[in-house]
């Protein structure tokens, strides 16, 4: 399973 | 980042601001519902608990600084300061806060996309930001006028939310597997609620007269 990219929107 | 994130971003940044500041320069925040204030620095807690887990950028940690800083400072103000609190109406201001915070909570433990600690707080916040507006909504349709402060505030606030979704299509189109159902359906929720506010603040502008909503 693929990490997902960090949560970038506020 | 695209363009639409950035005016989103700045307009939500320029809601909070223009609020703190006014309460500060006019020493007043009538009109203005504390539950909604305490309800967003709830949400901005509950989501930016990453802030020193995950570096994403030095903008993305400054404005989550900011609008932690600035949430707080407003329910302070509206709470604490000598002169300030004399303006609050806590009597119009009644919306019941466990409507809001306990379907959210439910919402948030069944409907997430992982179920960890921080991602469920994270799900919280998007659920709690979509529904926070109404205390003031219904304090806007119970006192029936709204003055510039207010006004502004919420005009504000609705631009931010449609920018965020023209945001989300364009990198929809642009970045692969950029799919969040979550967000999108709560941004969306809380976009609607601001739609039928919207009506009646354009109809009061084009008529130049000073906005009464409908009882």
């Given at each position: 399973?693929?990490?997902?990219?960090?949560?970038?929107?506020? | 980042m695209?363009?639409?994130?950035?005016?989103g971003?700045?307009?939500?940044?320029?809601?909070?601001l223009?609020?703190l500041l006014?309460?500060?320069?006019?020493?007043?925040?009538?009109?203005?519902s504390?539950?909604?204030?305490?309800l967003?620095a709830?949400?901005?807690a509950t989501?930016y608990?990453?802030i020193?887990?995950?570096?994403?950028?030095?903008?993305?940690?400054?404005?989550?600084?900011?609008?932690?800083?600035?949430?707080?400072?407003?329910v302070w103000?509206?709470?604490?300061?000598?002169?300030?609190r004399r303006?609050?109406?806590k009597?119009q201001?009644?919306?019941?806060?466990?409507?809001?915070?306990l379907?959210?909570i439910f919402?948030?433990?069944?409907?997430n996309?992982?179920?960890?600690f921080?991602?469920?707080?994270w799900?919280f916040s998007?659920?709690?930001?979509?529904?926070?507006i109404?205390?003031?909504?219904?304090?806007?349709?119970r006192?029936?006028?709204?003055?510039?402060?207010t006004?502004?505030?919420v005009?504000?606030l609705?631009?931010?939310?449609?920018?965020?979704?023209?945001?989300?299509?364009?990198?929809?189109?642009t970045e692969?597997?950029?799919?969040?159902w979550?967000p999108?359906?709560?941004?969306?929720?809380?976009?609607?609620?601001?739609?039928?506010?919207?009506y009646?603040?354009?109809?009061?502008?084009k008529?130049?007269?000073?906005l009464?909503?409908?009882a």
């Open positions: 399973e693929v990490e997902p990219p960090p949560k970038d929107e506020l | 695209n363009i639409f994130r950035l005016a971003d700045m307009t939500h940044l320029a809601s909070v223009v609020l006014k309460i500060h320069t006019i020493k007043s925040c009538a009109g203005i504390l539950k909604t204030q305490e967003y709830i949400v901005f989501r608990l990453d020193f887990t995950d570096f994403i950028s030095l903008y993305n940690t400054i404005m989550k600084l900011i609008f932690l800083g600035s949430s707080f400072s407003i103000y509206i709470r604490q300061h000598k002169i300030v303006s609050y109406d009597d201001d009644t919306f019941r806060y466990v409507f809001i915070v379907p959210c919402l948030a433990l069944i409907i996309e992982k179920f960890t921080k991602e469920v707080m799900t998007l659920y709690l930001e979509a529904v926070a109404l205390p003031q909504l219904v304090l806007l349709q006192t029936r006028n709204i003055d510039n402060l006004g502004q505030y005009f504000l609705g631009a931010y939310r449609a920018l965020y979704i023209l945001n989300w299509i364009y990198r929809y189109f692969p597997h950029y799919i969040h979550i999108w359906i709560a941004g969306i929720v809380q976009t609607l609620l601001y739609g039928d506010f919207f009646y603040y354009f109809h009061s502008w008529n130049n007269k000073k009464q909503l409908p």
